[in-house]
C-alpha cells in the first residue's frame, strides 16, 4: 500500500529535472526576500537615527579655545560627508530596494542622511585631534542657558576639559 504524501523513490531524470527547476526558484524567492527583510532592516535602522543633540568637544586639559579652533578647522569636512554619505545610501538603496523603492526611499530621507554623515565627519576630523563627542545632559544645558556669557565659558572651559557639573567649582 502506497500513501499518497509520500514521494516515489523512483525518480526518473524528468523528475529530477522539475526538482532542480523548483529549487532554483525557490533560491530566487529566498534572494528577494533577503533582500526584502535587509532593505526592510535598513528603513528601520534609518529611521531610528537621531541628530546628535547639543554637545561639546571633549579632550582632557582642552578649553574652549582649542575645541572651538578644532572645530572650526573641522567644519570644511562636513559637506564633503554628508554628499559621501547620501551617495552611498543610493547606491545601497538600489542594491538593497531596486531602481525604483530604493532612491525614493533615500530622496525622502536625504536632508536626515545627510546631516547624519556631515556630522559623523566632523567627529572623525575632531577624533584626529584628540577630541570626543560629549553629549550634554539635559541638567548641562539648563545651566549654560541659564548663564551670564562669562560665567558661561567658564563652564564650557570645565565640561570640554573632562569636568561636568557636579564638580565645576560655580554651579
Excluded: W
Excluded at 569636512?77 to 547620501?86: I, M
Excluded at 554623515?117 to 570626543?132: I, K, P, S
Amino acid at each position: 500500500m502506497r500513501l499518497a504524501h509520500l514521494p516515489d523513490r523512483n525518480h526518473g531524470p524528468r523528475d529530477r529535472n522539475r526538482t532542480s527547476a523548483l529549487l532554483k526558484s525557490t533560491s530566487r524567492i529566498r534572494t528577494h526576500g533577503s533582500r526584502g527583510i535587509c532593505l526592510a532592516a535598513v528603513l528601520l535602522l534609518a529611521g531610528c537615527v537621531t541628530q546628535p543633540g547639543p554637545s561639546v568637544p571633549f579632550r582632557d586639559g582642552a578649553n574652549l579655545t582649542a575645541a572651538r579652533d578644532a572645530v572650526r578647522s573641522c567644519s570644511g569636512v562636513a559637506p564633503k560627508g554628508g554628499r559621501n554619505v547620501v551617495t552611498g545610501s543610493y547606491v545601497a538603496g538600489v542594491i538593497l530596494g531596486g531602481l525604483v523603492l530604493g532612491p525614493v526611499y533615500v530622496a525622502s530621507n536625504e536632508e536626515n542622511i545627510r546631516a547624519h554623515g556631515e556630522a559623523q565627519a566632523v567627529d572623525r576630523c575632531l577624533a584626529d585631534r584628540g577630541f570626543v563627542r560629549r553629549d550634554l545632559s539635559e541638567a548641562e544645558v539648563q545651566a549654560l542657558r541659564g548663564r551670564d556669557p562669562y560665567s558661561r565659558q567658564n563652564l564650557l572651559n570645565h565640561l570640554i576639559g573632562g569636568g561636568s557639573l557636579e564638580t565645576s567649582p560655580n554651579v
